[in-house]
């Protein structure tokens, strides 16, 4: 898969909606990684818990993924460079005010992203963590 390659991992939805589901808890998330592997393996887990995902590799993807859709969250993975974990999220903020950024692996904590996570951590405490993130949203 060449390096900008996005996937997502439902066609159903139209590219500009939110998700509008009858199930509450379904969270539409960009999810991006510099590792076909991890990324493939770690967004097959959130699709399980119900989740639309649209996988990414590397920074432009991300960006391109924003320009042509709208997203709840972003997660940027741990296999992401630390300046792309960086940066992106201000270009996220950008790109859609009210979207949320999660970055795994990150030392510090800034004022754009909403939440850190040990990508050490199980994948199941990653899910709460990300649930946990978007709560208010979903009761709404």
């Known amino acids: 898969m ?12 139209p590219s500009s909606a939110r998700p509008s589901s009858t199930h509450p808890s379904i969270i ?21 818990a119900g989740h639309h995902v649209t996988t990414v590799l590397n920074r432009h993807a991300v960006q391109d993924a924003l320009r042509c859709d709208a997203f709840d969250l972003v997660i940027l993975g741990a296999t992401l460079s630390k300046d792309d974990r960086h940066h992106l999220p201000y270009m996220v903020k950008k790109a859609h005010e009210g979207t949320k950024v ?14 850190v996570v040990d990508s050490n951590l199980s994948m199941q405490w990653i899910l709460e963590r990300i649930a946990a993130l978007l709560q208010p949203e979903l009761a709404s």
């Open 28 to 48: 539409k998330i960009l999810y991006a990684e510099s590792d076909e592997t991890t990324l493939s393996a770690q967004a097959a887990e959130m699709q399980k």
């Open 102 to 115: 999660l970055v795994m692996h990150a030392g510090t904590h800034h004022h754009e992203v909403d939440a």
């Open 2 to 13: 060449p390096a900008t390659a996005q996937k997502p991992a439902d066609q159903s939805a």
